[in-house]
C-alpha cells in the first residue's frame, strides 16, 4: 500500500511530463472549447453604441408606460404600533384615504380602540412631525407620498370651549404663547 507522501509524490512527476488529469485540465483552460459549445452564455457585454449606428429613427419608439391602477399607502394612526396598508385607486382623494384608512384599522381590531369612527373626527399629515393636515379633496397621486400620519382632530370640548382647532399648527402656537417655564420651578424644588 503507498504511503500518501509516495501517492502525492506519483502524481507529481506525472504533471511534470506534461500530462494533466482530467479535473486539472478542466481548471487550467484546457478543452475549454468543448466546454464552451456544450454551455450557451448569455451576452455579458451589451453593445451600448448599437441604436446610434442604425439611427434613431428607424427603431421603434418605446411602449408607453403602464397605467397606474392601484395605490399602496401606508397610513399610521396615532398611538398604534404599525401602520395600516391600504390599496386605493389614484383619483382617490385625501377624504377616501382617511375613511378607506379607519374601515381597515376597525377591520383588523387593532388596538387602541379609536375614540370615534367618523372620518369628520380625523386629519390626515405627511408624518407626525408636520404641523400643517392635508386638504381633503386634494388627490393621492398629487401629494408625492405614499406614508401618511392620522391623528384625531381637537373638538371644542377638549380645547376649553374655543373653536374647533383644524391643525396642530395652532395648537403648537398655543403651547408656545404660555408663560413660564415650568422646568424653572422644578429647579426650585432642587435647591
Known amino acids: 500500500m503507498p504511503s500518501p507522501k509516495s501517492h502525492r509524490k506519483g502524481s507529481h512527476e506525472k504533471n511534470k511530463k506534461g500530462r494533466l488529469s482530467e479535473k486539472a485540465s478542466s481548471f487550467h483552460g484546457r478543452d475549454a472549447g468543448a ?3 456544450m454551455l450557451p452564455r448569455p451576452r455579458t457585454v451589451p453593445d451600448l453604441l448599437a441604436g446610434r449606428r442604425a439611427g434613431a429613427s428607424s427603431s421603434p419608439p418605446p411602449p408607453p408606460l403602464p397605467k397606474l391602477t392601484k395605490l399602496l399607502v401606508n397610513v399610521t394612526i396615532q398611538r398604534s404600533p404599525g401602520p395600516v396598508h391600504v390599496l386605493m385607486p389614484p383619483e382617490a382623494t385625501v377624504q377616501d384615504l382617511i375613511t378607506a384608512a379607519l374601515r381597515q384599522y376597525l377591520k383588523e381590531a387593532r388596538r387602541p380602540v379609536l ?27 398629487e401629494l408625492g407620498s405614499r406614508n401618511f400620519f392620522l391623528c ?7 380645547s376649553g370651549g374655543a373653536a374647533v382647532s383644524s391643525s396642530c399648527s395652532k395648537e403648537a402656537e398655543e403651547g408656545t404663547n404660555k408663560k413660564g417655564l415650568p422646568w424653572l420651578k422644578f429647579m426650585d424644588f432642587l435647591l
Open 35 to 37: 466546454v464552451a459549445d
Open 115 to 141: 375614540p370615534a369612527t367618523a372620518a369628520s373626527a380625523f386629519d390626515l399629515h405627511y408624518s407626525q412631525f408636520s404641523l400643517e393636515s392635508l386638504d381633503r379633496e386634494v388627490k393621492i397621486v
Open 152 to 158: 384625531p382632530r381637537k373638538t371644542a370640548a377638549e
